[in-house]
């Protein structure tokens, strides 16, 4: 099993819609996780922090799920925009190593 | 404010040829890494340096690379002699180690080993 596994997609999600896609990770002791957002032949740009159960920033939400050790970004009235890889890394903090999902492909139609 | 600056921003070469990439991390931060992008393998951590001291080098696919960094605001990944296989798209990246899974990354490198 993959330390952090996302569903590569693509997702295909007409504009306007709600969109949410999930980051499973096997390291029960990962301690803080990130989403960051790659557009095409650019950069990755940190998109969202969560060091505790959750967060939110406008159209995004980022909950966390110990329990079953997955951590899922909701992207509410979905822009043109939007579309991108969202990569999912995890931090296990006890030993400064981050863990960098393969990234789900996001596009938003008209 | 400026981020963190990468050049050269494309570089072609010829096999066995040396390649040398260059990164100004943002000032104050304490951590810079350098990262290894494909379509095949994905983003791969090649290295990372804490204050100036590279801290994990694990990453590093073999002694043709090398990395440096000689002061806070200044680094260089060198490959020799370079392989096509090594064509892919280099980011350095930089943190605070407060936030050390916060980082800010270069636009890149394009790296084309012909």
């Known amino acids: 099993r993959k330390e952090v596994e996302q569903d590569p997609g693509p997702f295909n999600v007409p504009e306007g819609a709600t969109v949410a896609f999930n980051c499973t990770y096997s390291n029960s002791a990962s301690q803080s996780f990130f989403w960051y957002r790659q557009d095409c032949r650019k950069e990755p740009k940190l998109l969202m922090s969560v060091y505790s159960s959750g967060n939110e920033d406008g159209r995004f939400t980022a909950q966390l799920n110990r329990a079953s050790q997955y951590i899922s970004l909701l992207i509410r009235d979905s822009k043109l925009s939007d579309s991108a890889t969202y990569l999912c890394?995890?931090?296990?903090?006890?030993?400064?190593?981050?863990?960098w999902g393969a990234g789900t492909k996001l596009i938003i139609k008209p | 404010d400026a981020g963190v600056i990468q050049s050269p921003r494309h570089e072609v070469t010829e096999m066995g040829q040396e390649v040398t990439l260059r990164c100004k991390p943002i000032s104050g931060h304490d951590y810079l890494f350098w990262y290894r992008q494909t379509m095949m393998r994905g983003l791969e951590l090649l290295i990372y340096?804490?204050?100036?001291?590279?801290?994990?080098d694990s990453g590093m696919p073999e002694d043709r690379f090398s990395a440096k960094m000689p002061n806070a605001s200044f680094s260089t990944l060198k490959i020799q002699p370079s392989e096509p296989r090594d064509s892919a798209v280099y980011f350095c990246a930089s943190s605070f180690a407060r936030r050390f899974g916060e980082q800010y990354f270069g636009p890149g490198t394009r790296l084309t080993v012909t």
């Open positions: 890394v995890v931090n296990q903090d006890s030993n400064y190593q981050l863990i």
């Open positions: 340096f804490n204050n100036n001291v590279p801290i994990d």
